[in-house]
Every structure is written in structure tokens, then in C-alpha cells.
């Protein structure tokens, strides 16, 4: 440690902290633009420039290091003129539009210079002006003429986000901040620009002159998006969501969010909502009041019940659903007494399952994943599942982790990747086996089971042989898999070995909290795939989800709900319009009080920053009424807090609740399809809430119709060339699509990328599939 003294103060911090951090532990501000403590230090707005004892001239804050008896004043004559001298310059161009920028009255230069800047400018000649970029739907660079090039957001694109999108150009008075030839910016955490800018010159682009910030009221809420639980703060403005920006949980999303968690409101003031129940007569659907609308339900309920039996009854649920919703909507299925309940539409192996009561998780905290030596992830499409779990894995991989993967495509995560291995998805157990076999070659114990080691898996082996903090990781994927129990079963023998934590990213908001409030079949129930298949009820309860994008076969589910006597759709949104025959208008996350609980187990409460939009409901209270007109008994909550505290607890304490275990038996070298499907649900299709959302569907991730990715392999046997091609794919007991191709010459040979969770792709069947494949 090195003392130090700071305005009269002795402060001690660590040997080569800088001066501003030796402030911020004395609670002393220095002012400041380019300095942020979670990127580099760039030394180039001089705003921090303080007074050091025997140096000759002021120096600046973030990047004069401290050393022993170092005596600095930052109020001093010296320090006060120099900063003045700063904003005097900093100001010389900067545009007087305060009445009209977006940023007034949260701006940075604005609050300093009321406190550093001048009465008067001494500039009289012209200001320079910056000409606007169009960089895309979600940012706006609009009044480029306020860049101080303070290059926060040229730092946060390379350190943070991965990709230098944006870069200074040009000398002198010339420089100005943009991206290069032409491009957009298309990062999945690029709005966190906007929140770093110190200035207006970054702002958002749906947001714009919509409201100005003393307008808004701040609300915490808690994203419902991705198994991460970003914290939020939604601003309001009368009864509308204008706003959505992070809030501070070092533990959690640190100061970061993903674009989704970021801009996804629009979706909740979109003319896809629905306000009020509706019921389907005569194929005409027709608005009606709750009261009619849950007789209906219950009716409908009552009577399937006595013509077929309980069985005839399933309950699908999204993931994210809050625990209130999913306990509740379990709890009335099996008051009918039918187990048929299910949240994994998208699953494969449902022997895959934590006991009763128990959930899947991380298998460590979210903020220890920062810090790895060693990470291995298998079956992931990581940076677009999980921004900030992507994010967290490229800080540790910047201080020295070593990151491996095992997957279906070679896909660009913005990190270095020590060694990667991609394989055929019928191919990742025996791939995974490999590595068990190199690690008990290596430490001399017997393998899980008789497999061959590649150079590849041999090196992963070695990687996790080493460092001390490790980490096998399951992504989407491999939880969807068919083979999902055997590739836990030989991750948790590789952790074991390695002495690696094992866990799952987990897919949605709510992953691990469906799982503890049982929204699972129970003895003799129908799993998700079987209510979506063959053994189809006649009465279908549809929780915030829409089989035809979230079942993994959509042309089988699509046949289901065909067949079904009643399907009623609890969603905000007017979806299951050609298949329902109710639609009850429930409240998204904004709109109701509720909890999710994140990857890492973690239990978050929030509650409603908004009325309900006109007749919508919270869902638990829509599950409670309508559990009282069934007649069924222990539905009289007043609250969703004593829904919650039935559900999991009164204390809440989840860890003893949380459990990877899990030994299936493995079975390697399984045969290979002819040509394998693999499907990875886009980042703005994966839930309805992006789904619906006008300024994320423009982003290069969504506007463009979804292609086909060949191997070189597969391109060359089809006779594919340069140009536009277009293939047709079909699926055995499904459809087929008519879709554009593309070359990908990282996919295994009989490999086609075919996305998910895509109306262009819904006729095909199940996302581990076999192709068929012919050129149009």
C-alpha cells in the first residue's frame, strides 16, 4: 500500500493505483470526461488536472500514479485555474443547443461547466460544425458537433463490447469521432455508448425529443429478458415507459446492459398489444369483459375435464414468466389434477431434469466469471444468447483466461478463443468425451467412458488441467440437445477432475425459478414436446408463449394446437390469433409485481412502474380469479409477495435448492444424420417482447430475411456459386423453406445453420434435426 496525502487527508491505496483513484476512496470529486472506471485510461480531456507538490505544471488525475508521500491539492489556486483553463477550450466549439439536446439536464459538461466554466467566451470566430452519421436504429450521432472526443465510447467498443465500431479520425480541430467506411454500428451492447457520452452527442435514437429528463420519474424494475437478471431503471412519463437505463449492481450487470434489456420497451407501447379479452365465435374474434372471458375459460375447462379426463388438460409456460405466474399457473393444472405442465418448448431431453423442487443454475456467481483462469463452454451461441455473460467472459479472457468451446459453428465472439472444437451437434458427446479421455490420460484415472482424444480436445484437457479458477459451461444448446443429460453427466466429470465449477448459462429470465416452483410435468405428466406432439390435450393453457416461435418443432406444434378443443393465450401481445380461441390481455414485466430469479440463483423482486395498459391484468392475478371461478381451493392471495412466499419460501433462501448433479449413462458414437440441422434462436426473436420491439427488428441482427450457412462441403455438392442462391430445406414430417444462402466455411461438413424462433422457418420441424436439401 502507498500513503498518501490528498487535501490535507491521508489516503492509503494500492502501489499503481492513479491519483483519481486515491480521490474516490477519500470521497473526494475531481472533475472529469474522459476518465470512466471501467474502461482505460486515455488522459485526453485533461479535465482532472489537479496539483502535485514539486511538479512543475498541474497533473492529470486518472494518469499520474501515486507514490509514497505524494502530496496533491485538487481545490488549490493552481488546480481550480487549470481546470477552468480546460472547460474554457472544451467550450470553445461546443454548440449553446441545451434547450434542445436530449442529454440537458443529465450532461456532464453542462453540470461542470456551471461550476469551471467562464461568464463569457473569449472565442469570437465560427464554431466548426460535424456533420451527422447515420450509424443505425438505436443510436443517433446526430450533433457530432458536441464530441469533446473524450473517445469513451471508441474505448468502450474495443475494451468492453469487443469491436472497435467507432474510431477517431482525422487531426486537430478536424478530428471527429465515426465509424469507417460507412458502416453501422450493430454491437448487442451499443447502447451503452449513449450511457457513457458526457455530452449529447450520443443519444438515443427511439428515445429522441420524446420527453426531457426532469419529465421523467425513475422506477427500478428487473430485465426479463436473459438468465443474467440485468437491474434497470425504467424512467416514466405519465403512464408511459419512455426510457429504459442500467442500473448499478456490481454483482450482477455491473453499469452495463444489453441492447434487448435496453430498447425492448418499445414493444409495451406498440399497437401489437392487447387491451382487453377477447373470444373467437364463428372464426370472428370478439372483445368481450373478464368476467365473460374466465367463465368461458373455466367452462371450456370444466367440460374437457368431464368428457376426456384431467390428462386432457396442459399448461405451457414461459420461462419468462415471473415465479409468481409459473407457480400459479402449476398450481391450477394440477388442481384439475392433470401433471401436464411444462416451460421447456424448446427442450429435447426432458431426463434432463434437477429433482423435484431442485434447479439447474450457473454453478457459480456472475461476478466470478470476470475473473476465470479457465473457461470452457460448451454448446453455446454465447455472445448472442448472453451479451453480458459474454462480456464478463471477454474481461477475464483480456487479464489472461483462457477460453475454450465446443459447438456447432465457429462463430465471432469478440474474444480470444484458445482453442475451439466444432462439431455436428450429433457429434458433441463423443467430442466431450474426447476431453475426459485426455484429462484421464493425463492425470491417470479411468474415463467416463471409451472414447478418442483429438489434438483439440487434448489441448482443451490441458487448458483445464491448469490455472485455479475454472468453469465448465452449458449453454442453450446443450440444455436443448437431445443428448443434454449426457453431455451434464461428462461436464460434471470434467469439472470434477479439474477441479472446475460446472453450471448452465440457462436460457430465459426465469430459467431457474420455473424450475423451483415445479412448472414441470410431475408423475405420469406430458413434457413440452409431447403436449406439442403426438399426445396433444384437448385444452391448452398458454402462458406469455407462442409455440409456433418457441416450440422446438414448430410444424408439430402448429398440427397440436390444430387439434386442440380450446386453446386459451394469456400474452400482452395479439399473438395465437389463427389458433386460439381466448386471448386474455396480461401484464408484461413493466405493468405487474413479480420476481425472477436469475442463472445464479439470485432472487430479484420488482413491481410495476406503469398502470396496466387498458383492460390488461398481472397474470398472477389473472391465475388467481381464475382458479376461484374453477372452484378450486387455496387460491385466496392478496398479493403476488404471498404468492412468492408459498412458492419458494418465506426466506427465500434458494442455494441448498440449486443442484447440476447428474450421472446419465453415455453413449458415444451415435450415428450421424445424412445432414444435420443446427438452430440458433436469433437474439431478437427469442422472447415476444423483442419480438415486438420496431427499433431492435431494424438492427443488422433482425431486418434482413434469415439465410442458410453451408459448409464448403455442402455448397460445392449443390453446385452453389457467387451471387444470390436460394435453397429449399426440408425437414422429414415437416415443411420445408425457401430461404437465401450463404457460405459458411466454418460449419462441419454436413452441417446447415438454419435459425429458430422465425416465422420464415416455421414450417420446419425440430431444431436437432435431419435436412433435406435441393437448390431452387
Not at 466549439?93 to 461568464?119: F, K, M, R, T, W
Not at 465515426?178 to 450520443?202: K, W
Not at 427488428?697 to 442462391?725: I, K
Request: charged share 20%; with cysteine.
Amino acid at each position: 500500500m502507498v500513503e498518501i496525502e490528498l487535501d490535507g487527508k491521508k489516503v492509503e491505496v494500492l502501489e499503481g493505483s492513479m491519483v483519481m483513484h486515491a480521490a474516490e476512496k477519500a470521497g473526494t470529486y475531481i472533475p472529469h470526461f474522459c476518465y470512466h472506471k471501467k474502461l482505460s485510461i486515455a488522459a485526453n480531456c485533461r479535465m482532472c488536472l489537479v496539483d502535485v507538490e514539486k511538479a512543475p505544471k498541474p497533473m492529470p488525475a486518472c494518469a499520474t500514479p501515486v507514490t509514497q508521500g505524494m502530496i496533491v491539492r485538487t481545490k488549490s489556486d493552481k488546480a481550480l485555474k487549470a481546470q477552468q483553463g480546460v472547460m474554457e477550450f472544451l467550450l470553445i466549439n461546443h454548440p449553446l443547443d441545451c434547450p434542445i439536446c436530449d442529454q440537458g439536464g443529465e450532461c456532464q459538461l453542462q453540470d461542470l461547466a456551471v461550476g469551471y466554466g467562464g461568464s463569457k467566451s473569449r472565442y469570437s470566430e465560427e464554431k466548426r460544425v460535424v456533420f451527422h452519421k447515420n450509424i443505425g436504429p438505436l443510436v443517433s450521432m446526430e450533433e457530432m458537433s458536441r464530441c469533446i472526443h473524450c473517445t469513451r465510447c471508441v474505448r468502450f467498443g474495443q475494451e468492453i463490447a469487443g469491436q472497435m465500431e467507432l474510431g477517431m479520425a482525422h487531426r486537430g480541430e478536424h478530428s471527429e469521432i465515426q465509424t469507417f467506411v460507412g458502416r453501422t454500428v450493430d454491437s448487442e451492447l451499443s447502447g451503452n455508448m449513449i450511457d457513457i457520452c458526457p455530452v449529447g452527442a450520443l443519444t438515443s435514437k427511439p428515445f429522441r425529443y420524446s420527453a426531457r429528463t426532469w419529465e421523467l420519474s425513475r422506477r427500478k424494475s428487473v430485465s426479463p429478458h436473459d438468465s443474467t437478471g440485468a437491474n434497470l431503471v425504467v424512467q416514466v412519463k405519465g403512464n408511459q415507459v419512455m426510457r429504459v437505463v442500467p442500473l448499478e449492481n456490481e454483482d450482477v450487470n455491473e453499469c452495463w446492459i444489453a441492447d434487448r434489456d435496453r430498447f425492448s420497451y418499445e414493444a409495451l407501447n406498440s399497437d401489437a398489444r392487447l387491451t382487453a379479452p377477447m373470444i373467437k365465435q364463428g372464426g370472428a374474434w370478439k372483445s368481450v369483459d373478464w368476467t365473460t372471458a374466465l367463465e368461458y375459460v373455466a367452462n371450456g375447462l370444466k367440460s374437457i375435464k368431464n368428457d376426456h379426463g384431467a390428462a386432457a388438460i396442459g399448461a405451457l409456460g414461459s420461462a419468462h414468466s415471473t415465479v409468481e405466474e409459473l407457480h400459479l399457473l402449476a398450481a391450477i393444472t394440477r388442481g384439475l389434477g392433470s401433471e401436464n405442465v411444462d416451460y421447456r418448448l424448446r427442450h429435447a431431453d426432458f431426463g434432463n431434469a434437477a429433482e423435484a423442487g431442485q434447479a439447474r443454475w450457473l454453478g457459480t456467481s456472475i461476478a466470478s466469471l470476470s475473473s476465470l483462469d479457465r473457461a470452457f463452454v460448451v454448446g453455446s451461441f454465447l455472445r448472442k444468447d448472453h451479451p453480458l455473460f459474454a462480456q464478463r467472459l471477454r474481461q477475464a479472457a483480456r487479464h489472461g483466461a483462457k477460453v475454450s468451446a465446443l459447438g456447432g459453428a465457429a462463430d465471432d465472439w469478440l474474444m480470444p478463443v484458445a482453442e475451439r472444437v466444432v462439431a455436428a451437434p450429433s457429434r458433441w458427446v463423443d467430442e466431450l468425451a474426447g476431453v475426459a479421455a485426455a484429462i484421464a490420460e493425463a492425470s491417470g484415472s479411468a474415463a467416463p467412458v471409451a472414447a478418442t482424444a483429438s489434438e483439440a480436445t487434448k489441448r482443451i484437457a490441458a487448458s483445464l488441467l491448469s490455472g485455479s479458477r475454472k468453469a465448465v459451461l452449458l449453454g442453450n444448446a446443450a440444455a436443448q440437445h437431445p443428448q443434454a443429460a449426457q453431455l451434464l453427466s461428462l461436464a460434471n466429470w470434467i469439472a470434477e477432475k479439474t477441479g472446475a465449477t460446472v453450471g448452465y448459462l440457462s436460457d430465459a429470465a426465469n430459467t431457474v425459478g420455473a424450475q423451483l416452483v415445479k412448472a414441470q410435468p410431475g408423475q405420469g405428466g406430458l413434457n413440452a414436446a409431447e403436449m406439442l406432439g403426438a399426445k396433444a390435450p384437448k385444452a391448452l393453457l398458454l402462458l406469455n408463449t407462442d409455440p409456433l416461435h418457441d416450440a422446438a418443432n414448430p410444424a408439430a406444434a402448429a398440427k397440436a394446437l390444430e387439434a386442440a378443443e380450446m386453446v386459451v393465450v394469456m400474452s400482452p401481445f395479439k399473438t395465437g390469433l389463427d389458433y386460439a380461441d381466448v386471448l386474455l390481455p396480461t401484464a408484461p414485466f413493466t405493468e405487474t409485481s413479480g420476481s425472477f430469479v436469475n442463472a445464479e440463483g439470485r432472487l430479484q423482486s420488482f413491481v410495476g412502474v406503469v398502470k396496466p395498459l387498458g383492460e390488461t391484468r398481472p397474470g398472477w392475478k389473472i391465475l388467481r380469479v381464475l382458479a376461484n371461478v374453477l372452484g378450486l381451493q387455496g387460491f385466496q392471495y392478496e398479493s403476488s409477495e404471498q404468492v412468492r412466499n408459498e412458492a419458494l419460501g418465506v426466506d427465500a433462501d434458494l442455494t441448498s435448492r440449486l443442484s447440476n448433479a447428474g450421472n446419465a449413462a453415455v453413449q458415444t458414437g451415435a450415428a450421424a444424420g445424412a445432414i444435420e440441422r443446427l438452430a440458433d434462436v436469433p437474439i431478437y426473436a427469442a422472447d415476444a417482447l423483442v419480438r415486438n420491439a420496431t427499433s431492435l427488428q431494424l438492427t443488422a441482427d433482425a431486418r434482413n430475411a434469415p439465410v442458410a450457412a453451408l459448409s464448403t462441403q455442402l455448397w460445392q455438392q449443390l453446385g452453389l456459386g457467387e451471387g444470390a442462391n436460394t435453397i429449399l430445406v426440408s425437414q422429414e414430417g415437416a415443411g420445408s423453406a425457401q430461404l437465401k444462402a450463404k457460405l459458411d466455411a466454418g460449419l462441419p461438413a454436413n452441417v446447415i445453420r438454419v435459425p429458430a424462433g422465425l416465422a420464415e422457418t416455421q414450417a420446419l420441424g425440430a431444431m436437432f434435426g435431419s435436412l433435406t436439401v435441393a437448390k431452387v
